[in-house]
């Protein structure tokens, strides 16, 4: 079956550094996302990997490892805007979007 | 911001009765998605659309039905609504960046069914 793992809910403060752990299963892999979501809104897209590494977007940056099926969203410099949550999804050989069911991040003071 | 509107904003409607929830966009994307999110449930497929009066069917299709007779629309209905549909629904269009296309999110309808 197609699964998408990440935790469901992460405590950091403003100023530190935090790592978001996903793990995926999707039949055949066609990259993996990463989108931030804020309480009542939208989903909105971060970064995209399909290729083992980091990839560094400001504050933000997202790493793949495909041989282990593994992915990680870095957020450096905190800030109390980071809070939110942050949705993992893997494409799967179809294109379509598996889905995790989210790490909501408090950011605490 | 991709250009899309989704309408009604929020509803609350009773068992059994018909809903339709629009979606519109006015980038000229070709494919355009419904999913629905609910707490401790990733984002779920409902049904898609690859083009002006093709779609298909995602994981959680039953109960719902869709029609695009227009590129701009996607209509997403209820046929009788039932309480297990209370979610917030969310359209999407994808369009190419970097490597891939990548899904954009409209703002979400919140739907009650009483």
């Known amino acids: 079956g197609q699964n998408i793992d990440q935790p469901t809910e992460m405590t950091a403060t403003e100023g530190a550094i935090v790592q978001i752990n996903c793990t995926y299963q999707?039949?055949?892999?066609?990259?993996l996302f990463w989108y931030q979501q804020h309480a009542g809104e939208a989903p909105t897209f971060l970064s995209y990997?399909?290729l083992d590494g980091l990839e560094e977007k400001g504050r933000f940056s997202s790493f793949l490892s495909r041989s282990k099926g593994y992915s990680y969203l870095l957020l450096k410099e905190l800030q109390m805007k980071d809070s939110a949550s942050y949705l993992c999804?893997?494409?799967?050989?179809?294109?379509?979007?598996?889905w995790g069911a989210g790490t909501k991040l408090i950011i605490k003071p | 911001d991709a250009g899309i509107t989704q309408s009604p904003r929020h509803k609350v409607t009773e068992t059994g009765t018909p809903v339709t929830l629009r979606c519109h966009q006015t980038?000229?994307?070709?494919?355009m998605y419904w999913y629905r999110q609910d707490p401790g449930h990733g984002l779920r497929l409902i049904h898609y659309?690859?083009?002006?009066?093709?779609?298909d069917k995602g994981e959680v299709s039953d109960g719902y039905s869709v029609s695009r007779s227009k590129t701009e629309d996607f209509l997403l209905t209820l046929e009788s609504a039932t309480s297990s549909q209370t979610s917030v629904y969310f359209c999407?269009?994808?369009?190419?960046?970097?490597?891939?296309?990548?899904?954009?999110f409209g703002p979400g309808t919140r739907l009650t069914v009483l």
């Open positions: 980038e000229n994307h070709r494919y």
């Open positions: 990997n399909v």
């Open positions: 659309s690859y083009g002006v009066k093709d779609t």
């Open positions: 999407a269009i994808s369009e190419p960046v970097e490597v891939t296309d990548t899904q954009y």
């Open positions: 999707t039949s055949g892999f066609n990259g």
């Open positions: 999804a893997g494409m799967d050989s179809n294109y379509q979007l598996i």
